[in-house]
């Protein structure tokens, strides 16, 4: 068989050969990245990012962080927070501010104040503060 890559199709002996076709693979996008501080890691300051963050570790100063932050169960924050989102899962004492969505999983534990447009809470997360719920959310 003959082909013809110039988009006609080739003759072979009176009869059309098929023309194979280019199809792309699909693009995927590139996942953004997650900033991790492990556990063991013990970070004091201000600090922060445009994209995702993940503690495991203790942080304490102010954090602000653009995408979404996750708490882990182990983890130890003593800090202000501003976040697109929060996921908590350990322990936070300072205020919260989230844009959009804070997530209180079950083993959460909060001291301080919580700002955001949406909250779910976990049976058997404990929250000592204020709370601000929806309206401007958590826009200040």
Do not use: C, H, W
Not at 16 to 28: C, G, M
Not at 29 to 39: E, G, L, Q, R, Y
Not at 85 to 114: M, P, Q, Y
């Amino acid at each position: 068989m003959a082909f013809n890559f110039s988009g006609k199709p080739d003759t072979n002996d009176g009869e059309e050969v098929p023309v194979p076709s280019y199809v792309p693979a699909p693009v995927v996008p590139a996942s953004a990245p997650v900033t991790v501080i492990a556990k063991g890691v013990r970070i004091e300051g201000d600090f922060g990012g445009e994209g995702d963050m993940r503690i495991e570790g203790e942080v304490s100063g102010k954090l602000t962080v653009g995408g979404t932050l996750t708490v882990g169960p182990e983890a130890s924050i003593k800090a202000e927070i501003k976040a697109g989102s929060a996921v908590v899962l350990g322990k936070i004492e300072g205020n919260i501010t989230a844009e959009k969505r804070v997530e209180l999983k079950s083993s959460a534990n909060i001291k301080g104040d919580l700002k955001t447009q949406t909250l779910s809470v976990e049976p058997g997360a404990k929250i000592s503060g204020s709370m601000s719920v929806g309206g401007s959310g958590g826009e200040s």
